[in-house]
């Protein structure tokens, strides 16, 4: 049974730094699509970073520059590196994944969600 674990949330102010990590388990899949989302108090979830099991990343726009996505595959865990942070980035950050390195490809992780999902950890951005 795939687990993923989130940790590193916190608060800080903007302009700060935070790193996610996403500790997975369960999950033998040589191919695969793992990512992190986002859900503000009110809105719609949103993909924010995806990274493929060869290591391709793509990133929302609206985090390209700022936030880097990675993996270490001998601790079986994700990260998220988040730099310069803006009080827009306050959510519930989500670890997720999915059997199949393609999904990375062409956004579809971004409009279509992945198939296991983390609990997540809170990120508070103050100005």
């Known amino acids: 049974q795939v687990q993923l674990v989130e940790s590193g949330g916190g608060s800080v102010q903007a302009g700060g730094s935070l790193r996610l990590s996403c500790a997975a388990s369960g999950y033998t899949y040589s191919s695969y699509c793992m990512g992190w989302f986002r859900q503000a108090p009110g809105k719609e979830r949103e993909g924010v970073a995806a990274?493929?099991?060869?290591?391709?990343?793509s990133y929302a726009d609206s985090v390209k520059g700022r936030f880097t996505i990675s993996q270490d595959n001998a601790k079986n865990t994700l990260y998220l590196q988040m730099n310069s942070l803006k009080p827009e980035d306050t959510a519930m950050y989500y670890c997720?994944?999915?059997?199949?390195?393609?999904?990375?490809?062409?956004?579809?992780?971004?409009?279509?969600?992945?198939?296991?999902w983390g609990k997540g950890t809170l990120v508070t951005i103050s100005s």
């Open positions: 997720a994944a999915k059997d199949s390195g393609s999904w990375c490809h062409n956004y579809s992780w971004y409009y279509y969600g992945m198939d296991y």
């Open positions: 990274i493929d099991s060869d290591g391709s990343t």
